[in-house]
């Protein structure tokens, strides 16, 4: 029955929210918006996607799916009234459901230490697995009030040599070898403490599925056992699948001896494990002088001084000024291990660039002009929203919790050190740009990468003043923060022309020299290949105003060419007296015509 309302909806959740949630409006790509039903809601903050069915809200937190959705909407419980929540949204929607009937395909005792039985988990058909205990003659489909065991106890208890698994069908193929084996009730992450004194004095071999969900449970069951195992050893089976385990392991042999001998080969190559130890709020609380003492890595710098690990950053600038290619530019440098601009790679990182906006052809095409396919230290990943989407995928959208997760996953898994977000207006789009509240949920999973040890840099739009645009809540755990200014003497034909002006930087006091105000151009040649050209604007500035004071022009004359205010060619002139390349009088010296002419 919940297959058929799946597929029913499949890829088009719209059709269930809006009937429940008719003034729903799409904000971009597959995300929606509307009025909560779960709390007072006079600005819209709850969210859903059209192509997964899942759905929260920024005002209260409620999360879950559209099956979720309407239980919470009808005051009905998820495991409870499950049968009635189906029936509900099948006759709501006119679903004609084919009852489909559960049967027991196979059931696992789970018995005490003498071999009477406690409880059963059944494999059903369709694919499930319930526990049931005995009542009398019948059953009672639960566990409450019902002891819980390791699968195999009394096997277990007699053995010196343990494996650990997942689930109780890899316990019995591992038994049909000879050897003993075990495993929780109700599957990965649902291992208890009080099973590890079952183990005790035991050599335990641990043998994860190849998941990430299998190899955590596998951690939490050794920092269980630690102390309480004689010995623990770790082992990922080779050649295995995703999510494949070692049934499917076992499944390559046609002869038990040497499955059990290329096990035992595979056990002896095993380390010793030493899990991390398991760490409460109460151990990581220390005084000041303890804290000091921590062994601490060095937060190194990516690109020095400005560019670090686990950092939050936020580059604003006007559309078309040039933020995409700047951001490229930095991604090529820390992937390459070169410098940019003045900026030095320190250490080069795997990174990653997301574009929200720009067509699949065009993102090509920059990755042509900037050579960005060429060899380097670490990969350069690029994410096109526009590629995705022609793929039949759901817009990228940074208010989607399942995409944010999903996100994460992938970072970590590729090693990405860097990314970049081109940009927020294209990637949270449909967000008050000027809620708190709706920034929240996002800020906090930036905060999530930044503990991970991965540096975010977001891009977005300058607002009316100059600044960015939306809430000032995006600036608050930010690191480091940038505009890029079109120059004074700026034209159409100039393209990617702009200066870097650091609004926010924490760096040393010796390295400001090197986040002054800096020009880059970005040049094409007749292949259509680019380069950068940059320089100190500081710099450029003294030359110009020293050559208009050259030409006889007065300092009102200077401020209105060049685009400068007074007070800032009063300390330019200054600067000129002080290095005798002017004179008291205001005219150019010898000094100053050697450093005009490049003499």
Request: charged share 25%.
């Amino acid at each position: 029955m919940k297959i058929q309302i799946q597929n029913f909806f499949k890829g088009n959740y719209h059709t269930f929210y809006t009937k429940y949630l008719p003034n729903a409006k799409q904000i971009g790509g597959d995300e929606y918006q509307a009025l909560c039903p779960f709390h007072e809601d006079s600005k819209p903050s709850f969210n859903f996607n059209n192509a997964t069915g899942a759905y929260y809200c920024h005002g209260c937190g409620k999360k879950g799916d559209f099956i979720h959705f309407y239980a919470k909407l009808h005051g009905l419980n998820t495991k409870s009234d499950f049968g009635k929540i189906l029936k509900g949204i099948a006759s709501d929607f006119g679903i004609s459901i084919e009852e489909q009937k559960t049967h027991i395909v196979k059931t696992y005792d789970y018995t005490n230490e003498t071999g009477t039985l406690l409880f059963q988990v059944c494999r059903m058909d369709p694919k499930d697995f319930r526990q049931r205990h005995r009542n009398g003659n019948g059953w009672i489909w639960n566990l409450k009030d019902v002891r819980r065991v390791i699968y195999n106890l009394p096997a277990v208890l007699k053995a010196s040599g343990v494996f650990i698994v997942e689930g109780e069908k890899d316990c019995d193929n591992l038994s049909a070898l000879g050897l003993t084996a075990t495993c929780n009730p109700m599957g990965a992450g649902k291992w208890l403490d009080e099973y590890s004194e079952s183990l005790r004095g035991k050599d335990v071999v641990l043998l994860p599925d190849n998941d990430n969900r299998g190899r955590e449970h596998m951690v939490k069951v050794g920092q269980s056992l630690q102390g309480l195992a004689k010995s623990i050893k770790w082992l990922d089976l080779p050649d295995l699948p995703s999510r494949g385990d070692v049934s499917d392991f076992l499944s390559k042999f046609d002869d038990k001896v040497d499955a059990q001998e290329r096990l035992a080969i595979l056990i002896a190559g095993a380390e010793i494990y030493n899990p991390p130890k398991q760490v409460s709020v109460d151990d990581i609380i220390i005084d000041a002088s303890s804290f000091i003492q921590l062994d601490i890595p060095e937060r190194k710098a990516l690109l020095h001084p400005w560019l670090k690990e686990s950092a939050m950053i936020l580059g604003v600038g006007d559309r078309g000024c040039g933020k995409s290619f700047f951001a490229l530019g930095i991604c090529d440098a820390v992937t390459k291990e070169s410098s940019f601009g003045a900026w030095e790679c320190k250490r080069s990182v795997p990174s990653l660039f997301l574009d929200g906006e720009m067509t699949t052809q065009d993102v090509a095409d920059r990755i042509k002009g900037l050579r960005l396919d060429t060899a380097r230290q670490n990969p350069l990943y690029v994410y096109s929203d526009a590629y995705a989407n022609q793929h039949g995928l759901p817009r990228a959208h940074l208010a989607n919790e399942s995409w944010r997760v999903k996100m994460k996953s992938i970072l970590i898994a590729k090693h990405v050190k860097l990314w970049v977000i081109d940009n927020l207006a294209s990637l949270a789009s449909g967000l008050d740009e000027n809620s708190k509240k709706e920034w929240d949920p996002i800020n906090q999973w930036l905060l999530e990468l930044r503990f991970a040890g991965i540096t975010t840099l977001m891009l977005h739009h300058t607002g009316k003043s100059g600044t960015q645009r939306g809430t000032s809540a995006r600036e608050d755990n930010i690191d480091i923060s940038f505009t890029l200014k079109r120059p004074s003497d700026y034209t159409p034909e100039d393209g990617a022309k702009f200066i870097v002006h650091f609004t926010k930087a924490r760096v040393s006091t010796k390295d400001l020299q090197l986040i002054a105000d800096t020009q880059f151009k970005l040049l094409e040649d007749e292949t259509g290949v680019y380069s950068w050209d940059f320089g100190d604007v500081r710099k450029e500035n003294r030359l110009a105003v020293l050559e208009m004071i050259s030409e006889g022009m007065d300092q009102k004359t200077i401020c209105d060419t060049l685009g400068l205010s007074k007070g800032y060619v009063s300390k330019v002139k200054k600067k000129l007296l002080d290095d005798g390349h002017i004179s008291k009088k205001g005219e150019i010296t010898q000094s100053g015509f050697s450093v005009l002419h490049g003499l």
